[in-house]
């Protein structure tokens, strides 16, 4: 037998948990605030089309008003947090250079759903650079083609069994944004929160505050630290998180998983494409992809000179941006030998070595020439001219390896 009075009372606490008066109820149902009232003091119940109306309204269903169990009171604060799915173990890998934040993602997405298969002496997943190296070729992000080019989280993904749906901030009110999120990590999965200016990008694993909050790890481009801590055990806070105009991607179950083998070849072969390119795509002389790139960075060194500038301003900090993507190409072909099985490993072992030569110029480039200031004009054309010799000469080994990888492209 049904309790109307004890209806009444859940009724009332759904009502106060959502922040509504009875007079909200009554004007978003079109009945007056004494029929709410008379619900609410177990007098009456409304009928069934109303009912419907204002399960919606309070977002509970009829079996928690009429069947009751405890519900949160209503000025109470409850977190919901995600463990991960297997323990991990500590970071052991190398926290510079490791400015790229969607790969720092990716590898922390896996490690939380407890797929990585390498296991320490305690049954933690290993916790290293591996995943990093190869979602950074796999994005597309250390051939140098980040900008401009389309979001393929879901092809990244793919080698987890994973996939995602993207929702945009703009085709939600802000109450359902968050209810988006929130549902989809009470579901068990965690979300990715994206936003369009430059800030934290959130992997968010729980939520408190009715959602208001977000709980997870920050992830920034450029912020080596950031994108080192692969840890769930202390999360931070985002409140507001849903003011922002954002990207709301909810990581979900794929249909099935692409070999990790095949996404090897696939980046490869693109890759090198991409690596070769001489056609320069973009506004800005230092944003975009290939061989064109060594060209457009001479040319500016040759307008400051021109300009009769002191400062050289086009090295910093595209040099240490060039030797991470540079270093995680080589990683990355070090990664193929041990993959894929029918590799021309003396083509790649080739290509490696031109990699390291470049990686030793670029070394001392940073460590040696670049601490340096000019100090006056004089000086400043003279450092720009040898920084233009040792991007030539980068460009020569950067175009040896690409001829010794041909087959890949």
Known sequence: ???????????????????????DVARQLDISPQAVSKWENGHTMPGLSLLVELTELLECTMDQIFFSAPISAPNANFEHILLPYAPIADFSGKSWPRSMSKPAILSAIKLFMGLENRRDAMNRQINDDTEYILQGAFSGISFGYSWGFEDNWEECLAVYGLTCETHAKVEYSQKEYIRTAIDHIRSGYPIIVIPKEYTDTILATGHSDAGRTLKGIPFLDGDDEKNSIMSFGQLKDFSGWYEKDSALLLVKPASEAVSVVDKCREALQK?????????????????????IIYDNWCEELRKETNQEMTDIECMFPHIFIHYEGKLRIRQFLESCMHLIQDIDSSAIQIAISKYDEILSICEKCMHEMLPKTPE??????????????????????????????????
Do not use: W
């Open 271 to 291: 890759g090198c494409r991409l690596l070769g390119n001489k056609v320069h795509k973009f506004e800005q002389p230092l944003v975009g992809y290939g061989l």
């Open 1 to 23: 037998m049904l309790d109307i009075v004890k209806a009444g009372k859940q009724i009332a606490l759904f009502r106060k948990s959502r922040g509504l008066t009875q007079e």
């Open 376 to 409: 006056n004009v004089r000086e400043a054309g003279m450092k720009r001219q040898a920084y233009i010799g040792i991007l030539q000469r980068c460009r020569e080994l950067e175009e040896e390896a690409l001829t010794a990888m041909s087959s890949f492209g």
